[in-house]
């Protein structure tokens, strides 16, 4: 999602499209699809079990994404409600508002889904459990029936330059935060349709034509006291938490990777950058847009910063000044995704969809970027350096370890397993030998194998108890290393 654009400054040649009928045909099923599945949460079984909103305001579909995403999705699309409806509601059931998102006003602002099947409303509470609630009533819908609805052009409601209101949820330290904010729309307007074109004459082109392109979108306009106020907000709340200086800079990052990835502006090929401004007020951004929000603020906290380019992957990060025996190919800067949490430093095992995704099958390399490929760092800055990584590689080392351990206590329990079910085949050819001597009347034998039974099978019980035990201790260092390794990706 970074091929963006350079022109020299020449003239525009404008070309004419024809469209013919048969599109126009594939719209109208399209609209006929998407308005029985109005108000209705879909499953996109056949990819990673996505799921979608159709809104019943314009039969199109939204992209929920994470929990907070849904959350926060679902509630823009609100209808306020008076506490005499909500009351009626409850009782008789919400019929003209099927698929709805309901808002008592009355009520701090309570949020209900009213579920299409049987009009009643349910609760969406944290983010969470709203997204719990989005899958219990989601419906499985294939690719082709999916492709059919058309996508909105944003994860907001319709009309957006009526939204100017903003609720932000992020998690540091595993911790939830909110920052509600209203957000000036006459200055989105000017940023959106500010010049997205880096441009020159001939012969005067800069020596790196990308790094000067890139520059275009870390300024911000004399009208724009918002994009840094903001900034200001996530400050402040550091500081009332006790925050230092490399706590807080890990604070802004984690707001800035909670931002929702726009799956939406990747799958319509959509190459246009956002200015900063743009991807707060939309909420939402792929990874450069969401790079050049937090290049532009590691600045004004005063840190080194610059931007990562892997072209061999499509992709970019952030890149914060920290000691050199940590930076990257001793770069001077260490990694920071940005369109998913990570801890700052660490490389994403895979990006897919534009979004870099979590391994959990490995925790090797998880300081090398080299699997991203080529690296080309632009807008190079110097400041301060972050400190935390060291920290950060000995969590990871010690998570890496207790994996190694806990794959070993694996094979020690299998083959305690082993042994235990070698001994139950030899208890159970005894049992066999015991019933033959019975069988031929031979008591003497019988009388004289039953002790050796009976040895043997104590033995087998002390190793099943043993064994049961160890399954137990086992269990609880499973649950150790998960709770450790949802700490170190906030999951």
């Given at each position: 999602m970074r091929r963006f654009r350079f022109t020299i400054f020449l003239s525009i040649l404008s070309v004419a499209l024809i469209?013919?009928?048969?599109?126009?045909?594939?719209?109208?099923?399209?609209?006929?699809?998407?308005?029985?599945?109005?108000?209705?949460?879909?499953?996109?079984?056949?990819?990673?079990?996505?799921?979608?909103?159709?809104?019943?305001?314009?039969?199109?579909?939204?992209?929920?994404?994470?929990?907070?995403?849904?959350?926060?999705?679902?509630?823009?699309?609100?209808?306020?409600?008076?506490?005499?409806?909500?009351?009626?509601?409850?009782?008789?059931?919400?019929?003209?508002?099927?698929?709805?998102?309901?808002?008592?006003?009355?009520?701090?602002?309570?949020?209900?889904?009213?579920n299409p099947e049987d009009s009643r409303l349910y609760y969406l509470g944290r983010p969470s459990d709203a997204f719990t609630l989005m899958r219990r009533f989601g419906l499985g819908i294939s690719n082709q029936n999916l492709n059919q609805i058309i996508i909105a052009d944003s994860s907001m409601p319709v009309d957006v330059n009526n939204v100017n209101s903003q609720i932000y949820s992020w998690k540091y330290q595993n911790q939830v935060y909110q920052l509600n904010i209203n957000l000036d729309q006459n200055l989105y307007q000017?940023?959106?349709?500010?010049?997205?074109?880096?441009?020159?004459?001939?012969?005067?082109?800069?020596?790196?034509i990308r790094d000067a392109f890139y520059g275009l979108f870390l300024k911000i306009k004399s009208s724009d006291n918002q994009t840094l106020g903001l900034l200001s907000?996530?400050?402040?709340?550091?500081?009332?938490?006790?925050?230092?200086?490399?706590?807080?800079?890990?604070f802004v990052l984690a707001f800035i990777q909670y931002i929702p990835y726009d799956q939406v502006k990747l799958e319509a090929g959509n190459n246009i950058p956002y200015y900063p401004f743009e991807t707060l007020y939309l909420n939402k951004g792929v990874c450069?847009?969401?790079?050049?929000?937090?290049?532009?603020?590691?600045?004004?906290?005063?840190?080194?910063?610059?931007?990562?380019?892997?072209p061999e992957s499509n992709h970019s990060a952030v890149g914060i000044a920290c000691p050199l025996e940590d930076s990257l190919a001793s770069s001077g800067y260490c990694y920071v995704e940005t369109t998913n949490y990570f801890p700052i430093g660490v490389v994403p095992p895979l990006i897919s969809g534009?979004?870099?995704?979590?391994?959990?099958?490995?925790?090797?390399?998880?300081?090398?970027?080299?699997?991203l490929g080529y690296l080309d760092i632009k807008q190079k800055?110097?400041?301060?350096?972050?400190?935390?990584i060291a920290a950060v590689k000995l969590e990871a080392a010690a998570i890496k370890q207790a994996k190694i351990d806990?794959?070993?206590?694996?094979?020690?329990?299998?083959?305690?397993?082993?042994?235990?079910?070698?001994?139950y085949n030899s208890l159970k050819q005894q049992e066999s030998q015991l019933a033959t001597y019975?069988?031929?009347?031979?008591?003497?034998?019988?009388?004289?194998?039953?002790?050796?039974?009976?040895?043997?099978?104590?033995?087998?019980?002390?190793q099943t108890d043993r064994y049961n035990q160890d399954v137990a201790d086992y269990n609880q260092v499973v649950n150790a290393f998960n709770n450790r390794y949802r700490q170190f990706y906030q999951q």
């Amino acid at each position: 999602m970074r091929r963006f654009r350079f022109t020299i400054f020449l003239s525009i040649l404008s070309v004419a499209l024809i469209f013919s009928i048969w599109p126009f045909l594939r719209v109208r099923a399209a609209t006929t699809l998407a308005s029985r599945l109005a108000g209705k949460i879909l499953l996109q079984v056949e990819g990673s079990g996505e799921a979608w909103y159709v809104s019943p305001l314009d039969n199109k579909r939204y992209y929920l994404g994470r929990p907070a995403d849904a959350f926060n999705l679902m509630r823009r699309f609100g209808l306020g409600i008076s506490e005499n409806s909500y009351q009626s509601f409850q009782i008789n059931g919400a019929n003209s508002f099927k698929g709805r998102i309901l808002l008592r006003v009355q009520a701090a602002g309570e949020a209900y889904y009213v579920n299409p099947e049987d009009s009643r409303l349910y609760y969406l509470g944290r983010p969470s459990d709203a997204f719990t609630l989005m899958r219990r009533f989601g419906l499985g819908i294939s690719n082709q029936n999916l492709n059919q609805i058309i996508i909105a052009d944003s994860s907001m409601p319709v009309d957006v330059n009526n939204v100017n209101s903003q609720i932000y949820s992020w998690k540091y330290q595993n911790q939830v935060y909110q920052l509600n904010i209203n957000l000036d729309q006459n200055l989105y307007q000017s940023y959106a349709s500010s010049s997205k074109v880096y441009t020159y004459y001939s012969g005067q082109e800069p020596a790196d034509i990308r790094d000067a392109f890139y520059g275009l979108f870390l300024k911000i306009k004399s009208s724009d006291n918002q994009t840094l106020g903001l900034l200001s907000s996530l400050r402040a709340q550091a500081a009332n938490l006790g925050l230092n200086s490399d706590q807080t800079a890990a604070f802004v990052l984690a707001f800035i990777q909670y931002i929702p990835y726009d799956q939406v502006k990747l799958e319509a090929g959509n190459n246009i950058p956002y200015y900063p401004f743009e991807t707060l007020y939309l909420n939402k951004g792929v990874c450069a847009d969401k790079t050049f929000l937090a290049v532009l603020w590691l600045r004004e906290l005063g840190y080194g910063a610059a931007i990562l380019d892997f072209p061999e992957s499509n992709h970019s990060a952030v890149g914060i000044a920290c000691p050199l025996e940590d930076s990257l190919a001793s770069s001077g800067y260490c990694y920071v995704e940005t369109t998913n949490y990570f801890p700052i430093g660490v490389v994403p095992p895979l990006i897919s969809g534009g979004q870099a995704k979590i391994d959990l099958s490995s925790f090797d390399l998880l300081f090398n970027a080299d699997r991203l490929g080529y690296l080309d760092i632009k807008q190079k800055s110097q400041g301060k350096k972050y400190q935390g990584i060291a920290a950060v590689k000995l969590e990871a080392a010690a998570i890496k370890q207790a994996k190694i351990d806990l794959d070993n206590l694996k094979n020690s329990l299998d083959n305690e397993k082993l042994n235990l079910e070698t001994a139950y085949n030899s208890l159970k050819q005894q049992e066999s030998q015991l019933a033959t001597y019975r069988s031929a009347g031979d008591i003497s034998a019988y009388n004289q194998f039953v002790p050796v039974y009976n040895q043997a099978l104590a033995q087998y019980q002390l190793q099943t108890d043993r064994y049961n035990q160890d399954v137990a201790d086992y269990n609880q260092v499973v649950n150790a290393f998960n709770n450790r390794y949802r700490q170190f990706y906030q999951q």
